[in-house]
């Protein structure tokens, strides 16, 4: 299915969660926020959240800095 992740298109596999995103594109963070059509997704609902075809979702990592 096609998507926009973080502004730019993407393609994902149908069927997809939050969770199965954030695998791909963040393995390793464990500190990741996610918002799905301009919603928070809370990390306790990532792996019942499907994805759809058009959703914009943002994975976004906290940076240190001031």
Same mark, same amino acid.
């Given at each position: 299915?096609?998507?926009?992740?973080?502004?730019?298109?993407?393609?994902?596999?149908?069927?997809?969660?939050?969770?199965?995103?954030?695998?791909?594109?963040?393995?390793?963070?464990? %500190?990741?926020?996610?918002? %799905?059509?301009?919603?928070?997704?809370?990390?306790?609902?990532?792996?019942?959240?499907?994805?759809?075809?058009?959703?914009?979702?943002?994975?976004?990592?906290?940076?240190?800095?001031?």
């Amino acid at each position: 299915m096609e998507l926009t992740v973080n502004g730019a298109p993407a393609e994902l596999a149908d069927g997809a969660t939050v969770a199965d995103l954030v695998a791909q594109r963040a393995p390793g963070h464990d %500190r990741v926020a996610v918002a %799905r059509n301009g919603d928070v997704v809370p990390r306790s609902s990532w792996a019942q959240t499907a994805l759809a075809p058009g959703d914009a979702v943002e994975v976004l990592a906290p940076t240190a800095g001031g």
